[in-house]
């Protein structure tokens, strides 16, 4: 009896030793490495160093590592909707809120409450990052395209398009330029003129949010903007080629005097010697308003198959939605930050000049059926500027095409 005594106290003496390191690890994980990790996909270099040092941060508050990786945008998104959030995919990813739709249509994002932080957001970002009515990410920062304008050849920007062609073809008189300014893209850098013009791309709900089934693109503020483009071309004061790079070039060697493009145009321009300034797009006509670019948000998405998705909460919603963690995400990438005091306490022109051209502009839509929409913007701007088609058939045509896919 006492053999067997011995024998059980030492079984529950070794299990008691296998508890307390177990238990010792266990308290070892806020200060040294954590048994739990979680992953993060960034889609661009430019945050990776400072998401990294955010991680570490993280894990001495919080005890818990992160895993900071580079993944390609088209993989993470893909990753998301192809395994269904499932194990294959990150506890958290950055994305640009137009890929939001189709996930949470898949149900593989989480929502966020933000709670009283709210109101610490710009109201665009939180729009752009609002599915029905529900909040799926974390935005961090904003962007969109300004009015650039060679300050040798134009000292004051036009107020509308009108002024912008009377400055272009005194110019032309001159020899001083070739055309008013290139098309980097039919579509999403030319979108202020189909704005100002008041064009549409969808309809909108009774709650404000977009009707992917209502296509508005042959209705007349849209037409008009083609109208407007294409009239340009023939006139020769818009290349008839669509060239993102040609458009560029154009501005940077001073042959044209405008350029509409975003921040990251900022460096090349710089490079290549060209002052300029930035402002908002001109207008329809006079006392009409500026035309709106599109509002691109970046922000963090929650996997919401993920184990560990109440800790992947704690890091997007309790660390990283707080002003510290923002001012140095914004100080290593200085996009226009998604958070108000910042984004308000701009301090370099550039970007001050930025959140001037998009203090109205229109977050992309996040919908679906956006994804049927560009190549059909594209095409009908083609047929448009070739004269193969009027803008209007060619529009009309575009509809067709969007609506057939998005049945």
């Not at 993989?75 to 959030?85: K, W």
């Not at 898949?106 to 710009?122: D, M, T």
């Not at 560029?248 to 990251?264: D, I």
């Not at 203090?359 to 047929?383: C, F, R």
Request: charged letters at 20%.
């Amino acid at each position: 009896m006492k053999r067997i005594t011995s024998i059980i106290c030492a079984c529950l003496l070794i299990a008691g030793m296998i508890l307390t390191v177990s238990c010792n690890k266990g308290k070892s994980g806020s200060k040294g490495a954590s048994a739990e990790k979680l992953t993060l996909w960034v889609y661009d270099s430019g945050r990776i160093e400072v998401l990294t040092a955010l991680g570490k941060q993280f894990e001495t508050e919080f005890g818990v590592g992160v895993e900071v990786s580079m993944v390609d945008l088209g993989q993470v998104r893909n990753q998301f909707l192809l395994s269904a959030g499932g194990a294959d995919c990150a506890d958290i990813a950055i994305i640009p809120h137009d890929n939001l739709g189709p996930m949470v249509e898949n149900g593989v994002v989480s929502e966020i409450n933000l709670g009283a932080k709210r109101s610490n957001y710009l109201d665009p970002a939180l729009e752009g990052f609002n599915y029905n009515g529900k909040l799926y990410g974390v935005p961090l920062a904003v962007e969109n395209i300004g009015f650039f304008y060679n300050t040798s050849l134009i000292s004051t920007p036009p107020k509308t398009w009108d002024e912008a062609i009377a400055m272009t073809e005194a110019l032309k008189k001159e020899g001083k330029v070739d055309f008013m300014l290139g098309c980097p893209d039919a579509t999403y850098n030319i979108y202020p003129v189909y704005d100002c013009f008041g064009g549409s791309i969808f309809a909108k709900k009774a709650d404000g949010s977009l009707n992917g089934k209502q296509v508005l693109m042959a209705d007349p503020g849209f037409v008009a903007g083609l109208e407007f483009l294409t009239n340009m071309v023939k006139r020769g004061l818009i290349p008839q080629t669509i060239d993102w790079d040609g458009s560029h070039v154009l501005f940077e060697s001073g042959r044209a005097p405008f350029c509409p493009t975003g921040p990251w145009a900022l460096n090349r321009f710089k490079e290549a010697g060209v002052p300029y300034g930035i402002a908002s797009f001109p207008a329809a006509k006079a006392g009409g308003n500026p035309g709106n670019p599109f509002l691109g948000v970046q922000g963090m998405i929650i996997n919401s198959s993920s184990p560990r998705r109440l800790l992947a909460q704690s890091f997007a919603v309790d660390f990283i939605a707080r002003e510290e963690s923002m001012m140095a995400i914004f100080r290593a990438e200085q996009r226009p930050s998604a958070w108000r005091s910042i984004f308000e306490g701009a301090g370099d022109a550039d970007t001050r000049n930025f959140n001037a051209a998009g203090v109205s502009a229109v977050p992309m839509p996040s919908i679906p059926e956006m994804g049927n929409v560009w190549d059909a913007w594209v095409s009908a701007a083609a047929l448009a500027f070739s004269g193969e088609r009027t803008p209007l058939d060619a529009l009309r045509n575009a509809k067709s095409q969007i609506e057939a896919l998005s049945k």
